[in-house]
Nanobody, 123 residues
Framework: VQLQASGGGLVQAGGSLRLSCAGS????????MGWFRQAPGKEREFVSI????????YYTDSVKGRFFISRDNVKNTVYLQMNSLKPEDTAVYYC?????????????????WGQGTLVTVSS
């Protein structure tokens, strides 16, 4: 079972990136899927999650209106569209999957993690 994150890179402030997280080894269609990030010297923090059923979405306040999470259960993939990027968005972004009924922002509740993809936003 594996989550493979991709799509990170170097972008100027105000630019956009789309992260992808492809699952393999099992279906994640009934998992809560999330994106977390970790900046240098900081703890891993919640960014966004999407429920498995009706696709309800949640965002941390700092990315609301700029980031958008979506999922394609046929492709077993979750996406994070990041717009109007800021230097403070610079971090390694991780996708994760939780086998739970209720969406959760607690990293400890997630069962599977991707390897992380680096996003660097220059000013």
């Amino acid at each position: 079972v594996q989550l493979q994150a991709s799509g990170g890179g170097l972008v100027q402030a105000g630019g956009s990136l789309r992260l992808s997280c492809a699952g393999s080894g099992r279906s994640f269609s009934n998992y809560v899927m999330g994106w977390f990030r970790q900046a240098p010297g900081k703890e891993r923090e919640f960014v966004s999650i999407i429920s498995w059923s009706v696709g309800r979405t949640y965002y941390t306040d700092s990315v609301k209106g700029r980031f958008f999470i979506s999922r394609d259960n046929v492709k077993n993939t979750v996406y994070l569209q990041m717009n109007s990027l800021k230097p403070e968005d610079t971090a390694v972004y991780y996708c994760a999957a939780a086998n739970t009924w209720n969406p959760t922002m607690d990293p400890g509740a997630y069962d599977y993690w991707g390897q992380g993809t680096l996003v660097t936003v220059s000013s």
